[in-house]
């Protein structure tokens, strides 16, 4: 077979953040996401601070609140309380996962509809699974404007997804019903998982289960997305039978950053009325 077309992240991520750069440039003033982050843990502080270089990088303002590790959920929820009070931030991000005593729930659905950015509340979700106005989840709004931007057809397609996470299996098999795919979502108790993934003309890996799924579980010519970290939940070798595949690094996840960004400046927009 034939090389698989690479789904680069990084080059539609670099023109979706520049798209951002552009918007927020227009505004009256700069759009502001609070970046909270609850605890120490090394992975968590890494990712926030990438998020903050790359609102730097394309024009945007961030602020940081930095939370000890023994906070509790009122605290948690006062704190985002009064951001989503402050008139000076537009998008709040919740770095997750968050230390066990916090009811994560509670946290997420302190965060107003208009400014949760990162598509993580209770309303967000809802918003999401009715095809309603409102951000997205970023890790699967970042799949879906990556299939999207390599023309791959999601009407009719069968899709399976391995993972079903609030913020990213569930949401992203709302988002793709919407969009007319026949969606399976399988997780740790999915009797035969190679049965479904087999079949998919779209197969979607979002367990975090490095090598997960083998060559012998994806149809040939099949779409593979991997939102695992490095290394993926798909062995590289499923290169030899895909048509088109999400390297990794260099997939999924500058997608959930540029998401990110974009819809920073969306929420931005709504306060002007530009959106
Ligand atoms: P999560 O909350 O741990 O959920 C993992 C899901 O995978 C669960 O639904 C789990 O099933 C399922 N699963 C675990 N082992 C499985 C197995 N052996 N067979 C089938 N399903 C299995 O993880 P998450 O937050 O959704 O993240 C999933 C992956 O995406 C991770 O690799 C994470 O690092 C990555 N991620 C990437 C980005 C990015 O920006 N690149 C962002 C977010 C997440 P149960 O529900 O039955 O437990």
Request: proline residues 8%; hydrophobic residues 45%.
């Amino acid at each position: 077979m034939s090389s698989p077309t690479t789904l680069s992240g990084t080059e539609l991520a670099a023109e979706l953040n520049t798209a951002s750069a552009v918007r927020a440039a227009a505004l009256p003033f700069t759009p502001t996401l609070a970046t909270v982050l609850v605890g120490d843990d090394p992975g968590s502080a890494k990712y926030v601070q990438m998020k903050q270089r790359r609102c730097a990088q394309y024009g945007l303002r961030s602020r940081h609140i930095h939370l000890p590790p023994d906070t509790t959920t009122a605290e948690l929820v006062v704190a985002l309380t009064d951001l989503g009070r402050d008139p000076e931030v537009q998008g709040i991000l919740l770095q997750h996962p968050l230390p066990p005593q916090i009811d994560e729930r509670a946290a997420f659905d302190a965060i107003p509809l208009r400014k949760d950015v990162d598509g993580t509340s209770s309303a967000a979700f809802a918003a999401a699974a009715l095809g309603q106005p409102g951000h997205r989840s970023c890790t699967p709004a970042g799949i879906v404007r990556l299939l999207d931007h390599y023309g791959a057809e999601l009407a009719g397609a069968d899709v399976v997804i391995v993972g079903r996470s609030a913020i990213l299996g569930k949401p992203l098999a709302a988002m793709l019903t919407a969009r007319d795919a026949t969606v399976t979502v399988c997780h740790s108790r999915t009797a035969s998982l190679a049965a479904h993934t087999s079949r998919a003309d779209i197969l979607i890996a979002a367990a975090g289960r490095p090598g997960l799924i083998t060559t012998d579980m994806i149809r040939p010519g099949a779409v593979v997305v991997d939102a695992g970290f490095t290394p993926g939940d798909v062995v590289p070798d499923a290169a030899e039978v895909a048509s088109a595949i999400t390297p990794v690094p260099g997939g999924v996840g500058p997608m959930t950053v540029a998401m990110l960004l974009s819809q920073t400046v969306d929420a931005a927009e709504a306060v002007v009325g530009t959106r």
